[in-house]
């Protein structure tokens, strides 16, 4: 069983940049395929970016893609997101999450989530 943590949210301009982590405990990390969806008030938890097990393959929703970017250090348990050129419309609470059969943007095929951390991004 995986536990997640995740790091490294704020407050920021929009134009800035923040690198989220996730730390997940066991010994088995490397076997989960991760990923990064979001949520923002009143709206729908939504997809952000996706990397598999080994690292290899990187997948990301339209709207990130280009100023996210997603990675992991297998021996040190933890995925990373990087947020570069924040707009307003990224703010929102993001989670880590893993799974053992998907990198995409089912959130029903994802077995263990974090607790969220906060980006808060003003104009």
């Known amino acids: 069983q995986a536990q997640l943590v995740e790091s490294g949210g704020g407050l920021v301009q929009a134009g800035e940049t923040l690198r989220l982590s996730c730390a997940a405990s066991?010994?088995?990390?490397?076997?989960?395929?991760m990923s990064w969806f979001r949520q923002a008030p009143g709206k729908e938890r939504e997809f952000v970016a996706g990397?598999?097990?080994?690292?290899?393959?990187?997948y990301y929703a339209d709207s990130v893609k280009g100023r996210f970017t997603i990675s992991r250090d297998n021996a040190k348990n933890t995925v990373y997101l990087q947020l570069n050129s924040l707009k307003p419309e990224d703010m929102a609470v993001y989670y880590c999450?893993?799974?053992?059969?998907?990198?995409?943007?089912?959130?029903?095929?994802?077995?263990?989530w974090g607790q969220g951390t906060q980006v808060t991004v003003s104009a």
């Open positions: 066991g010994r088995t990390f490397s076997a989960y395929h």
């Open positions: 990397i598999t097990s080994n690292g290899n393959t990187e």
């Open positions: 999450a893993a799974s053992r059969t998907t990198f995409g943007s089912n959130a029903n095929e994802y077995h263990y």
